[in-house]
Structure formats: C-alpha cells, structure tokens
C-alpha cells in the first residue's frame, strides 16, 4: 500500500473528504457571519445561538408537528431570520454608527441570553434528531465509507454559498447592497429603502446561520450549547478569508475543514489550535486577510 | 455514696448531651451541594442533586428528630478556581458544614484540598478520579460512587473476558480522559488483551469523524471511549453514522450516564456496554425513590449521581446523628465507622481510605423493541461484588491506609 | 486633577476597611480582577487598542509564579516578582508582532496567540492541564510576613492593588499618557508630529501587559491555585465586559466594573443556570442605555473626569 508520510493514501483521502464536509460547516456559517459584517459592519456573536436556534426549531417541528427534514430546511431559517428581523430593528438600529465593539458585546449579550434559557428549558445533553429516511445508509466509496448524510451537506452547503455569492456579487439586488455598504446616503437618494434592506440582510444572515443548524442536527446533538464555541472559529474563519468578502469565506471555510482535518490525523492534539495559528500567520503577511482589500 | 456517683453520673451524661447539641455549630447543620448547574454536566448532577438532598433530608426525618438541616447551592462551571472559591467563602463566611456532590475531577480534587485545610467534610458523588482516595485522598472526604478504576475495571475488565481483546481508544485531551485511558489500557493489558492505538481529541469536540475512521483503520475490537459528556454522545451518535458497529467493531463507553443515553435515544445507543453503581429499575426500593424523584424532577428520572447524593446525604445526617457533632474531621470519621445502609445501594462500608463500597454493574443498552416503558434502556450482564469493584486499598497508596 | 486625587484616596479608605463588612478573600478577587481590569483599559482606554488576548498575560503570571513558589520554593516576593516579568516578557514577544496591526486585527492578532499560548499550557506538563497547579503556598514575605494569615495577605494585595493602581495612573497623567492619546485620536497626526508611535504603542502594550501579569501572579497565591480558567479565551473577553461596563477610558471605571461582574459571579452563583441569562441581559442594557460605563456616565453628569 502507498503511504504519505505513514498514513495509507487511502485513509488520507477518507480524511480529506471529512474534513471537505466539516469545512461546508465553517463556510455556510462565516459566510452569514460575512454578509452581516460586510453590510451592517456588525460583528454578530450571536451566530452560534442563531444555529442552534435552526437545529432546535428543527427538533420542534419534528416532535410537536410531525414535519420532517425537508420541511424543517425551509421553515427553520425563515421563522429564525424573523427573530433576526425583530433583533436588528429592536436592537441592533442605535448601534451601526459605533465602534464594531458594541455590537459584538450586544450580540454576545443575547447569545448567552438565548443559550440560557434553552439550557434551563431543555438541559445540556441535548436531544436527539434523526437522519430523514431519503439519506439514511451510505456508500463504500473503497476508501473510506461515506453517509449519504455527510454527502448530502457537502453538496447542499455549496450549491448555497455559491447561490448566495452569485447572488450578492452578480445581480443587481446584490450590486444595491454593495451600493449601499459604500454610500448609503447616495443609494437612498436613488429612491431605494436602504434600511429596510439592511434588516433582511440581517434576517437573510441569521437565516443562513439557522440553515447550517438544520443541517447539524441530525450529525451533532441538537443542544443548547452547540454553537457557543463554534462562533469563535467561524469568526476566524472570516478574519482569515478578508473580513466581509463572501468568496474569501467560502474558499477560506472549504480549506481550514480540510487543514483541520489533516491536523486531526498528524498533531490530533492540535486540531482545534491549528486554524488561530494560521489566522495568526495571515494576519501577519496578509493584514486583509487572503481575499480581503484593506480599506 | 452509691446515689451521688448515679447522680453525678446522670448530671455528666446531661452535660454531655448538652456539649454534644453545643456542638452541631450554630444550632444548624449546613448541607452545601455544589456542581455543574449550567453546561456540560448539567443533567447528571445540576438542580437534580440539590432535590435528591432535600429528599434524603426529608426522608432521615430531620425536622421531627429536631435537627435543623439547611441546603445551599451553587454552580462550579468545572473550573477548579470557581470551585475552590465558592468551597471557601461557604465554609468561612455561610458555615457550610459539609459539601457534596461536585462532578469534574479538577475541581473536586480543589474542593478536597481547601476541605482539609479547613477541616470540613466533603463527600463526592460526581467526580471520577481515583486519586481522591489515592494520593490525593484526606481525613476529611469520602469518596462515595464511581471511580476511574471502577469504570475502567468494570467495563474493561468485562468485555475483555467476552472476547474484546483489542482496543483503540478515541480519548479526551485532558488529564482526566489520560487517566481513564491508562486504567483501562492496564485492565485490558492485564486480562491479556492488546491496545492497538490511541488517539487524543481535544475537549468539546464537534466532529469525532475523522478520529472514527483512524479506530476504523486500527481493525480493533473494541473502541473505548475514554471521554464523557458532550463528546461521548457525539462519538456515539457519529460512530453509528458512519457504520462502526454495523462492521463488526464494538464501542466501550467508559464514562456514561443514563442521562446520555437517554439524550442518545435508543436507536442510536443500542449495544452500548457500560458500567454504573445505580439504575433505577433494579428493585422495588430503587423503583419507588426513583419515581418520587422524577416526579419532582420535570419528570426526569434519576442518574446514579442523583442517587449517590441521596445515600451520602442520607448517611452523613445518621453519622450526625450518632457522633452528636457536626465538626469536618470527626464527622467523617464516624461515617467511616458506621455501616452503609439505604434504599439505593443497599448495605455497605466506607474504608479507611475514604473509598465507599457498593457492587458495579455492568450494564447493557436495550434495543428499541425491548424498551417497553419510558426509560426502560438497560440490562444487567453482570454485577461486580463490592469488594471487587474497586481498587484494593493498598494499592491506591493512600497514606491514611496502615 | 483634585477630585481624581480625593476619589483615589476615598477607594483606598474603602477597600481598606471594607474586609471588616465584607469576606475579605471576595474582596481580594475584585482587587485583582480590579488591576487586571485596569491595566487592560491602560490599553484600549487610552491607546485605543482593544486586545482580544489579555487572558494569556493574567494566566501566564499566575503558572509562572505558582511553579515558582510550589516546585522551586521561591519565596512570594519573588514568585510574584517572576510571575509579572514572564508576563512582562510575553507582552515584548507579542506586542512585537500584534502592534503592527490596527483594530480588528490587532483584536483578532492578539486572540490567535492567546489561543496558542492556552494550547501550550494545555499540553506541557508543569501546568496540570485541567486540575492547574494546586495547593500554592502563600509563603512569608520578606520572611517575616506570613500570609497564611488572612489579614497579612489581605494587607499585601491591597498594597499591590493600590501601586498597580498608581503606576496606571501615573502613566496616564505623565506625558507618554498625552502622547498615547493623541496617538488614539488621531494616528496620523502624531506621527506628523514626530512621535515614533509604534514605539510609543509597544511600550504601552508591555506595559499593560506587566501589570495584568502582577494580577495574575497575585491571584495564584491568593487562592493558592493556577488554572486553565486564567488563560482561556472567555477571560479575555471579561476583562473587555469589566472595563466596558465600569466605564472605558476612565480611571476608576474597570475598579468599578470588576466589583460588579465578580460581585454577579459571586452571588448569583446560587441562581444556577440564570447567572448567564442576567449576565447577558445586563451587557445588552448596558449597550443599549448606558454606554459609556457606570463610571463614564457618572462622569459625564458630573462634567469632571473620573
């Protein structure tokens, strides 16, 4: 048998398509963390209680009205990007004037807020959510085998980010929004609702982050502290991509899943450190980040 | 001559019975249970031992015997230094009397060290580690349900008889999961089975998958999982996922409670081997405390950390009782002296060391279609005497041990 | 200037007395998350660097002088004196590479080494992982103090409180505190000016770093432990809580912010679950209502700086 390094090929490529799906996790969550910076210049910490929010709601329709998987993917991120809606015009409005520190503090407020209060209602060890029937089982791919599950979040997790970067970077929805992050006083001039098109974007953002929830459910347990440690990560991610550019958190997301997941084989020990050492590394070459203009 | 030496013998006796109320302080005794309220640990001790405290009160009949019993609580977060702070300020400034429960090795082995130095009580019901009757053990703790050795005795032990020569393990990387890797690897190592690898997964792990694969590729028998909250469900639930057990290799959880299982669901936990000091549906006795818990409980039933409370409450309130004192070194000594006996775990004894013996069983997860009513997830393979459960007392090299 | 002075000696009369109402080892926790507190406002109050990794200075302190005074029997005067020069000096190594950057990435710089230096203290093994370093002993000081006295390590932290507390506002008042407000207000402009700021900003930063590392080492004999809890992520982000809370910028505001999350933290540790729900409503009241701090709200009505 080939070896790399004294791992059999064969696993390493069993190793690098896991961390390929990991990675689609990081990405569709930086990439809500991405639209909501690059239009609100809001660092949202609350994005981890917002996935959770999405596999939760996911769980409650499962067990109190019978709606399965497919349903749960299109009500989650819609009744959780309401919740955004309310947030941003409540709470979030006063803020985009200030310094990013007072939202990411504000934001951090309610995470631990809503976090909490799922905590005392439903527990810690979280609850179960099973794989909807059309993906159960998996295939022998000869090296390694793979769930139809994991196979169906990697496709579905990059048909999205590349629907959402078509949308914001190719059409003219998307060219009013970029319009509207550098001028906003001249784009409403042209007779465009900015505001309003600031909190969907919100919502659009937070639904993004309830949609990766959705799709976690069913591979993590569906508990109340399932994105509190993420958020750190998926904030590094976009750092590390250029903060606000959606392709640099996409690329960038994709590619620490599979670091991370060479690291889990070599220096396992290292695997959750791996991605600030290279944040760290970026930083320091690369002040934008990989795909970011420094402004 | 005769009647004075009666009299003065009934007046010493009165004075003694008098010394003796003097001395339980302040005319209260103060029960502290502390331990993870809010995250990972929740569901196996959180408001759920405070409750069982207040039952073992309840049940010793505090209040008609005219002992004052308060209960106070707090949340430690696993984090030794919250732990240990919280310890202090109770025993300084509330006069906590004794303290209870507090799961995560760190932090009990921090509550261990300011309890002796301020010559309290402490008796642990939630953490693992063996050391707290080994190096690390004192006069002023008991150690009263499951340890490292236990666990990976029990269960490594067990299943290595069965044919579960050998092991790879997906261990947490901390000290504690080192510790229970290393019992285990000596238990399987000593039955004449073969550890073929080890992998170490950072604490709170989302994704087990890849370290999954690398136990797959090992070819062992057996992958224990030298871990436990949060990770252990979600090497469980992954390890199904990706077809683990279907293949032919078998999970050894070395640290799971009920709760995890029950979070796990059946489907998904079936086939599990484990060992625990408690389950619920054991006996009538067991049965009935159990389902006046979960009634007072949002209907969740006990886990033996549940349990464990309850029987040390119950037991530390008699030793009050008997001793006519509440004072740290001296309550536990009389504690070591009386024999165990209650409800949940039956009669036992408390060892020199501080060790608290009861059986181990050895218990396995139900398949869906055996469960026949809520929470009905185990079976029993086999049960471990008392005496053989846990770590001789001259090995723990434990100095209060002659 | 004069009401700054008369504060000052007001807070020293109170935490001196304070021990007699109060349990004193609360009080020393608040003097020491109080410095730290202070010594990360010293930071971003007045250079307008706000670092995301203040915790590693704290915890590295704290192993450094608890190693120190556990394994190689130092003395406390020069376990603590150890403590704050490794802090002092990881503060030289990453302000080197951190100051470089501005805003969001200097935060996020100064967090991906923090995360590092926690990985380091997570896999060596002086530090004992997750049970940290136990049973420190306090030791006597100068060799005729012992602090296993309460009142004699009361007495020191506050001496050590009190003259971290000096320094920060010495620095602050000195002509190097000017420039490194000039340097927050307006970057470009001071180096106009003349002013070497990176210099000026290192300096700052290892400064800042010094004194988190005197309350670091303080707190290890103090509770007589080092833990993981000092160097993980969630305490530097507390520390940006404290100070915004009491107040940014202002130079009794992170006392004040200190005394109120620890005070939380402490009793409301009997509210199990719901201390992070009050914790989080608090920050968003306070992002919402009141935010310039406790302390920069009060000094606003007053129209004096405090």
Known sequence: MTEIFGIPTQALFGQLLIGLINGSFYALLSLGLAVIFGLLNIINFAHGAQYMLGAFCAYFLLNKWGLGYWWALVIAPIAVGITGVIIERTMLKPLYKLDHLYGLLLTFGLALVIQGLFRNEFGSSGLPYPITKELTGGHNLGFMFLPTYRAWVIVASLAICLATWFMIERTRLGAYLRAATENPQLVQAFGINVPRMITLTYGFGVGLAALAGVMAGPIYQVSPQMGADLIIVVFAVVVIGGMGSIMGSIVTGFGLGVIEGLTKVFYPEASNTVIFIIMAIVLLIKPAGLFGTQK | ?402 | ?306
């Not at chain 2, 959180?46 to 073992?56: D, E, I, L, Q, W």
């Not at chain 3, 002075?5 to 349990?23: E, G, S, T």
């Not at chain 3, 010094?210 to 670091?216: D, H, Q, R, V």
């Open chain 2, 1 to 402: 001559m005769h009647a004075t030496r009666k009299l003065s013998g009934a007046v010493i006796l009165a004075l003694a019975a008098m010394g003796a109320q003097a001395q339980v302080s302040d005319g209260v005794i103060k029960i502290g249970v502390m331990n993870d309220m809010s995250s990972l640990y929740a569901d196996i001790g959180g408001p759920g031992s405070v409750t069982a405290a207040r039952m073992a009160v309840e049940d010793f009949g505090a209040a008609k015997k005219g002992m004052k019993v308060e209960i106070l609580s707090a949340d430690h977060q696993n984090k030794p230094d919250v732990g240990s702070a919280i310890a202090r300020q109770w025993y300084d400034v509330d006069k906590v009397d004794a303290i209870f429960d507090v799961p995560t090795s760190s932090v009990a082995l921090a509550v261990n060290q300011v309890t002796r130095d301020k010559g309290k009580a402490f008796i642990v019901t939630g953490a693992a580690t063996s050391d707290l009757t080994g190096k690390a053990c004192s006069p002023n703790t008991i150690h009263w349900l499951y340890d490292t050795w236990m666990l990976a005795n029990g269960t490594g032990g067990a299943i290595v008889k069965t044919g579960g020569d050998s092991w790879f393990f997906i261990t947490a990387d901390y000290a504690f999961g080192h510790a229970l890797e290393r019992d285990t690897a000596e238990v399987v190592k000593k039955n004449g089975g073969k550890v073929l690898g080890a992998v170490r997964a950072p604490l709170n792990t989302q994704d087990f998958s890849s370290f999954l694969l690398q136990a797959q590729a090992s070819k062992a028998k057996i992958i224990g999982l030298a871990n436990a909250g949060g990770d252990t469900i979600n090497s469980i639930k992954q390890a199904a996922e990706f077809g683990i057990v279907k293949g032919g290799q078998n999970l050894a959880g070395l640290l799971v409670f009920i709760t995890d299982v029950h979070g796990l669901g059946l489907q998904t936990a079936q086939g599990l081997i484990l060992t625990e000091n408690f389950y619920w549906d054991m006996n009538d006795q067991t049965r009935a405390w159990s389902k006046r818990f979960a009634a007072r409980n949002g209907g969740k039933y006990p886990s033996m950390d549940h349990a464990g409370v309850y029987s040390a409450v119950l037991h530390y309130l008699k030793a009050v009782e008997a001793a006519k004192t509440d004072e740290g070194t001296k309550i536990i000594a009389q504690m070591k002296k009386m024999p165990t006996d209650d409800p949940l775990f039956g009669k036992g004894r408390v060892r020199a060391d501080g060790r608290k013996i009861h059986p181990a069983y050895l218990f396995e997860v139900k398949k869906p279609s055996e469960s026949k009513y809520p929470y009905d997830y185990y079976k029993v393979r086999a049960t471990i005497p008392a005496e053989q459960a846990f770590r001789p007392e001259k090995e723990g090299g434990c100095p209060l041990v002659k």
């Open chain 3, 1 to 306: 200037m004069r009401h700054q002075k008369i504060a000052l000696v007001i807070m020293a009369v109170l935490f001196a007395l304070a021990p007699l109402a109060v349990y004193p080892v609360f009080i020393m926790k608040v003097m020491t998350f109080a410095l730290f507190a202070c010594a990360f406002n010293l930071l971003i109050g007045y250079g307008g660097l706000l670092s995301f990794g203040h915790a590693m200075f704290l915890g590295t302190a704290g192993y450094a002088a608890a190693h120190s005074a556990k394994v190689w029997g130092f003395p406390p005067e020069l376990a603590i004196l150890f403590g704050t020069g490794a802090a002092a000096l990881l503060g030289v190594v990453t302000g080197l590479l951190a100051i470089r950057r501005q805003g969001i990435y200097f935060a996020m710089i100064t967090l991906a080494l923090a995360q590092m230096i926690y990985f380091y203290y997570l896999q060596v093994k002086f530090t004992g992982g997750e049970d940290g370093i136990q049973a420190v002993p306090r030791g006597t000081l100068f060799g005729f103090i012992d602090l296993s006295n309460i009142w004699a390590m009361y007495y020191t932290v506050l001496v050590i409180f009190l003259g971290g507390f000096l320094a920060i506002y010495r620095v602050i008042h000195s002509p190097f505190g000017q420039v490194l407000k000039c340097i927050r207000e307006n970057e470009p402009r001071a180096i106009s000016l003349g002013y070497d700021t990176t210099r000026y900003k290192l300096l700052a930063f290892v400064i800042s770093a010094t004194l988190a590392g005197l309350a670091g080492a303080t707190k290890a004999l103090v509770f007589q432990l080092a833990s993981l809890t000092d160097v993980h992520w969630t305490m530097s982000g507390e520390v940006v809580l404290m100070t915004l809370l009491g107040g940014l910028g202002t130079i009794f505001g992170p006392v004040v912010g200190a005394l109120i999350i620890i005070s939380m933290e402490n009793y409301l540790a009997q509210l199990g679950a719901w201390v992070t729900i009050v914790q989080g409503v608090i920050f968003v009241v306070c992002v919402l209502t009141f935010r310039r701090g406790v302390i920069g709200e009060l000094a606003s009505f007053l129209k004096k700086p405090l």
